[in-house]
Nanobody
Framework: QVQLVESGGGLVQAGGSLRLSCAASGRTFSSYTMGWFRQAPGKEREFVAAISWGGNTYYANSVKGRFTISRDNAKNTVYLQMNSLNPEDTAVYYC????????????????WGQGTQVTVSS
């Protein structure tokens, strides 16, 4: 099973940018749909963005136009470029891998990373 390790989180001021990375182990990375989710304190985990093995991308309305998901199959890595951050983006961000299913559904992912904290100050 693929193992995922996120990095790149931190503290940033409102309006700033961060780039999250998710490094995956395993030889079949290119066949997975990769997703980013986030969970704020007291809230459910929610979909942020996903990218299919073929490069199709999906975004939550709340981040569309601000966040960009991409993948480098040669490096077994998926990225989330986050621009124009605001305090509502504060959460733990999780990377996930999906063999098949609906990319926006939390319950249809097969492997998860441990998460990386993103804090946006006002």
């Amino acid at each position: 099973q693929v193992q995922l390790v996120e990095s790149g989180g931190g503290l940033v001021q409102a309006g700033g940018s961060l780039r999250l990375s998710c490094a995956a182990s395993g030889r079949t990375f290119s066949s997975y749909t990769m997703g980013w989710f986030r969970q704020a304190p007291g809230k459910e985990r929610e979909f942020v963005a996903a990218i299919s093995w073929g490069g199709n991308t999906y975004y939550a309305n709340s981040v569309k136009g601000r966040f960009t998901i991409s993948r480098d199959n040669a490096k077994n890595t998926v990225y989330l470029q986050m621009n124009s951050l605001n305090p509502e983006d504060t959460a733990v961000y999780y990377c996930a891998a999906q063999i098949s299913g609906f990319p926006r559904r939390v319950g249809e992912y097969d492997a998860w990373g441990q998460g990386t904290q993103v804090t946006v100050s006002s």
